[in-house]
């Protein structure tokens, strides 16, 4: 027997701004990871720079492919790698991102 299951998606979460702003979270993640198993030494950052090598070049490549095709899919994707790439490399700079952190007044 099969079970169907739905998830209800947040308005807020079914935009392009959200999506990149996930890839950057993302990208600064894996660099803490990445900081906190490999003890933030020269590996770590030989890792974190070859992982935004990939995604950034990756995410140009995608951008540049989508405009050239008139394919917002590969745009959003470029988008995202390329969003992703800068996290990365902001999470070797010891930033850290508290996204859940509420801001009184607003």
């Given at each position: 027997?099969?079970?169907k299951v739905?998830?209800?998606v947040p308005q807020s979460r079914v935009s392009i701004k959200w999506l990149i702003k996930r890839a950057f979270r993302s990208g600064l993640g894996d660099s803490v990871a990445k900081s906190l198993i490999l003890n933030n030494n020269l590996k770590t950052i030989l890792h974190a720079t070859k992982g935004f090598a990939v995604r950034f070049f990756a995410g140009v490549a995608s951008m540049i492919y989508g405009l050239l095709k008139f394919d917002l899919r590969y745009i959003i994707k470029g988008l995202q790698l390329f969003s992703s790439s800068l996290g990365t490399?902001?999470?070797?700079?010891k930033y850290r991102l508290n996204e859940y952190r509420k801001i009184h007044g607003k």
């Amino acid at each position: 027997s099969e079970m169907k299951v739905f998830e209800e998606v947040p308005q807020s979460r079914v935009s392009i701004k959200w999506l990149i702003k996930r890839a950057f979270r993302s990208g600064l993640g894996d660099s803490v990871a990445k900081s906190l198993i490999l003890n933030n030494n020269l590996k770590t950052i030989l890792h974190a720079t070859k992982g935004f090598a990939v995604r950034f070049f990756a995410g140009v490549a995608s951008m540049i492919y989508g405009l050239l095709k008139f394919d917002l899919r590969y745009i959003i994707k470029g988008l995202q790698l390329f969003s992703s790439s800068l996290g990365t490399l902001t999470g070797l700079t010891k930033y850290r991102l508290n996204e859940y952190r509420k801001i009184h007044g607003k």
